[in-house]
């Protein structure tokens, strides 16, 4: 996971998420290591290939054997400024912790599973009838996958941007 209990303990307690404290050392740990992964996942483009793209710059210092996205060599945040190949940046650490926040309060919220067939697109009560989302889904997307804006604004100055990324057509 990303962080430690400790910090993690120490964020919340400076934003007064009161809801963090309350939970026990053991589902702390859990939502840390769930909110990590959603970092790790979120974070990644799927390219025209079909490949995954990790939006982070550089690679994984430990190459395929590491199984976080960080630390990684080559890496720098929006300014150019190096990070060290040992280093996993407080932003992602924090980024994991308002995560694992999310996961505490309802496990599951942030990688939820999607199943076309049961998207709701239409409801219609007496004369009243509202859609609730559009039934062109592409295979490429992934329309369950919460956007957590507190999230991609701590992690925005270590991601690339889709220009900044030569020949290369992200969907």
């Given at each position: 996971?990303?962080?430690d209990?400790?910090?993690?303990?120490a964020?919340?307690?400076?934003?007064?998420?009161?809801?963090?404290?309350a939970l026990?050392?053991?589902?702390?740990t859990?939502?840390?290591?769930?909110?990590?992964?959603y970092?790790?996942?979120?974070y990644?483009?799927?390219?025209?290939s079909?490949?995954?793209?990790s939006m982070f710059?550089?690679?994984?210092?430990g190459?395929r054997?590491?199984?976080r996205?960080?630390?990684?060599?080559?890496?720098?945040?929006?300014?150019?400024?190096?990070?060290e190949p040992?280093?996993?940046?407080e932003?992602?650490?924090h980024?994991?912790?308002e995560?694992?926040?999310?996961?505490?309060?309802?496990?599951g919220?942030?990688s939820?599973d999607?199943?076309a067939?049961s998207?709701?697109?239409?409801?219609?009560?007496?004369?009243?009838?509202?859609?609730?989302?559009?039934s062109a889904?592409s295979?490429n997307?992934?329309?369950?996958r919460?956007?957590v804006?507190?999230i991609?604004?701590?992690?925005a100055?270590?991601?690339?941007?889709?220009?900044?990324?030569?020949?290369?057509t992200?969907?």
């Amino acid at each position: 996971m990303y962080g430690d209990l400790a910090g993690a303990d120490a964020y919340h307690l400076a934003r007064a998420n009161a809801a963090w404290a309350a939970l026990t050392e053991p589902a702390k740990t859990a939502a840390l290591v769930r909110g990590s992964d959603y970092v790790d996942g979120r974070y990644r483009w799927r390219l025209m290939s079909g490949r995954w793209q990790s939006m982070f710059r550089g690679v994984k210092t430990g190459g395929r054997a590491q199984a976080r996205e960080w630390p990684r060599t080559g890496a720098t945040d929006y300014e150019g400024l190096e990070i060290e190949p040992d280093e996993i940046p407080e932003e992602v650490q924090h980024a994991a912790y308002e995560a694992a926040l999310r996961e505490a309060a309802t496990p599951g919220s942030l990688s939820p599973d999607y199943v076309a067939a049961s998207q709701v697109t239409k409801e219609k009560v007496g004369p009243v009838e509202v859609q609730y989302a559009s039934s062109a889904v592409s295979a490429n997307s992934t329309p369950n996958r919460p956007v957590v804006a507190v999230i991609d604004e701590l992690l925005a100055p270590l991601l690339f941007r889709p220009y900044e990324l030569p020949g290369i057509t992200v969907v």
